[in-house]
C-alpha cells in the first residue's frame, strides 16, 4: 500500500488515492480467497471426482454438480475468517490518506481529547461487524452440517 502510493509515481502511474488501496486490498486478500478455494477443491476426495468421472460427466459438469458443493462446505470457515481479517485490514488505508473508520477514530480524537472514547467506539463497531459475520458463518455452517 505504502509503496502503491509513494514508489508508482516515480515509475509514472499516478493513481488516485481510493483506487489505489482499493486496488492493492483486492490483489493481496484476492490471492488469499484463491488460495482457499484451490485447498477446498483438492481436498474433495479423490474417490469423488472418479464416481463423476464414471458417471460421463465432462469437467465443467462435474466442477458444478460434485465438487464444487462439497468444496464449499470446507472452504465457508476459512472463507469467513479471511473476510474478518480483510474488514479489519480495511484501517491500514489511512496510512494513504483515505478517510475510513480508523481515520475517522484519530480525527474525532484529535478535535475531542477523548482518544479512549472515539477509539472504544471504532472497536466497538470493528466487533459488531466481524461479530455479526462470524455468528452468520456459524448458522451457514449448522445448515450445511460441517463438522457435525
Avoid at 474417490?47 to 460421463?56: K, M, T, Y
Avoid at 464444487?68 to 490518506?97: D, E, H, W, Y
Avoid at 463497531?125 to 456459524?138: A, D, K, M
Wanted: hydrophobic share 55%; with cysteine.
Amino acid at each position: 500500500l505504502f509503496a502503491m502510493y509513494f514508489v508508482l509515481p516515480y515509475a509514472g502511474i499516478d493513481l488516485p488515492p481510493f483506487l489505489g488501496g482499493v486496488l492493492v486490498i483486492a490483489i493481496y486478500f484476492g490471492a488469499f480467497m484463491i488460495e482457499v478455494f484451490r485447498a477446498a477443491i483438492t481436498s474433495v476426495p479423490t474417490g469423488q471426482w472418479d464416481a463423476a468421472r464414471s458417471l460421463g460427466m465432462r469437467r465443467p459438469l462435474m466442477l458444478w454438480v460434485v465438487i464444487f458443493p462439497q468444496a464449499l462446505r470446507l472452504a465457508l470457515p476459512p472463507f469467513l475468517n479471511t473476510c474478518m481479517v480483510l474488514i479489519k485490514s480495511t484501517s491500514l488505508v489511512s496510512i494513504i490518506g483515505i478517510w475510513e473508520l480508523t481515520l475517522a477514530g484519530r480525527e474525532v480524537a484529535e478535535r475531542t481529547s477523548a482518544a479512549f472514547q472515539a477509539f472504544a467506539g471504532v472497536g466497538l463497531i470493528y466487533f459488531v461487524i466481524c461479530y455479526s459475520l462470524s455468528r452468520w458463518g456459524h448458522s451457514l455452517e449448522g445448515r450445511m452440517h460441517y463438522g457435525r
